[in-house]
């Protein structure tokens, strides 16, 4: 069931809330992040974390595109598995402090493992990507990439956000226990549709194996449906256009006591634009 009331829950004031968006897809998702995000500041949220992996028509993220999402208000920006099908974000990647590559993509790859970035009360948040391997290029262990990451961010970092870009949900269950207790979400993007087990671990921390997908969802995973299909069917190759019927905003809040990092509250909304 869709939540089309945009109230979330009262936030209790020693609390920060995280807003994380799940994978953008092309300009319908890029319109309705940019046009939600003052109605999150709105619901007290203190900070934004997207993943706009599939912004650029469904494929990358432009160097424009990351300047829109920043003057739109979101405070730092994940990817995932189409990170560098625009190569000018590597250049954003390399030199900005608020975007990051999967920590476990090689040592040479552009980008950095990890990034802190504040809310406007100036509490520190470390925002952190990893990258699956079931069913997934091949890339670097993600357990023992984010053990080295956690020994770098500063200790009065205590607020730690992953974004987990993985397929399987077993995979992101494994993360989440291995984690618990040590960050303070562990949040899954990649799959584009949104699971329905959003919790907090006995130790502390907020988990969901996937947040869902802001685009069009009159598509299959943001793209148009019978292209798609047609190669399904056919394997004749055909060229996904993004879809735009039925554009909603999915995304997930953790509240996070700034003391002890670990989460208190988590909440799945869904938003549509007025008039659609
Ligand atoms: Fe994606
Ligand atoms: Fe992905």
Redesign the pocket.
Known sequence: MMNLDPNLPAKSSDSVRIVHVG?V?GKPGMAIVCSMIELLRKQSCDLIIV?A??AAEGAGLTAKQYEQLVSAGVDAITL???IYKKREIQEILSTRKNIVKPANFPSKAPGKTYCVVETQAGIPVAVISLLGRVFMRPVNCPFEAVEQVLEKIPTEVRIRCIDL?AEATSDKQAMGYFLDGRVSSVLG????VTTADEQILPNGTAFQCDIG?TGAYRSI??REIQPVLKTTLTFDPNTFHVATEDVRLAATWVDVDPLTGLAKAIGRLQWKSAGD
Do not use: A
């Not at 993007?189 to 584009?192: F, V």
């Open positions: 994978d897809v993943n992996e599939n995932g598995d189409h870009h993007t990649h799959t584009h997908m995973l943001g």
